[in-house]
């Protein structure tokens, strides 16, 4: 058995090599990187990715970054797509194909088909001279020198550096967009990003059953409507029915060691006025922001002077 020194060793020795790979691979990048990033910018279509095998399953993350990141981009399987698939594929489509040997037949021989149909096509291979960087327009080089196992077998230096070409054009896509956080947000919408950039406070506030009482009502029915209305306070309306404050159960606990009688309790006496109320339409992560600010668990939703609902900070961390 290796010892835990050993197997340390083996695992830095993988980062080095693989380390040593990417800087290789970065220092090969030229004009064909900078002309596919412009076919990409250019087309009207989608970013297709199509790879076999370890290609294949980097591939896919490659397809999901960029659909993530601004650039329409889907995957298909080069098997499944000479059996039909290749109908997914229009004329105003970019093609990336990614090979390592560059010579894998079940990629090879779509091309003609990607040919005749007018597709830019970009290729990653490991070898300038592969079939595969001959018969597209442009040919990203992700060749490495030495696979990080040790036994020169399985696949692990190439997939990193295929992987990493594939974040590169990512984010050279996204500035030449000028992807801003909000452009993500808007496909990450059940994220943290995407609620704190474009979820609002009606998205998170409670509406239904408001625990509201009356200014003139005694102790016994706000120990009651604290229970019922299940947030944590108390809404006080004046004898008009306007705002008048709320009263928080940490409020009738303090006010409950001064007295063992709930009936000598009055709401007026503990009203706390001048509650903190938001919009409906504040960025909830301007209500969290403010909550947290100002050590509250809970504000007033309100709008002319009505209330609309409840925003709560453990609602916003799904709590509610």
Known sequence: MMRKEQVIAAAQRVFQVEQQSLAEASARLDDQFAEAVEKVLAMKGKLVVCGMGKSGHIGKKIAATLASTGTPSFFVHPGEAFHGDLGMIGSDDVVLLISYSGETDEVLRIIPFLQNNGNVLIGMSGKA???????????????????????????????????????ALAVALMEAREFQPEDFA?????????????????????TEELPFIQENAGGQELVLKLSEGRLGLVIVLDQAGKLLGVISDGDLRRAMEKTDRISDLKVIDLVSRNPIQVASSLPIHEAEKLMLERKVLSVLVTE???????????SIYGGR
């Open 186 to 206: 808007r496909f990450h919408p059940g994220g943290s990003l995407g609620r704190r950039l474009l979820h609002k406070v009606r998205d998170y506030m409670v």
């Open 304 to 314: 002319n002077d009505k209330v609309l609902g409840v925003c709560q900070l453990y």
């Open 129 to 167: 001279e592969s079939t595969l960087a001959k018969e597209v327009n442009y040919h990203l080089h992700i060749g490495v020198s030495k696979e990080a196992c040790p036994l020169e077998l399985a696949p692990t230096s190439s997939t990193t550096v295929t992987l990493a070409m594939g974040d």
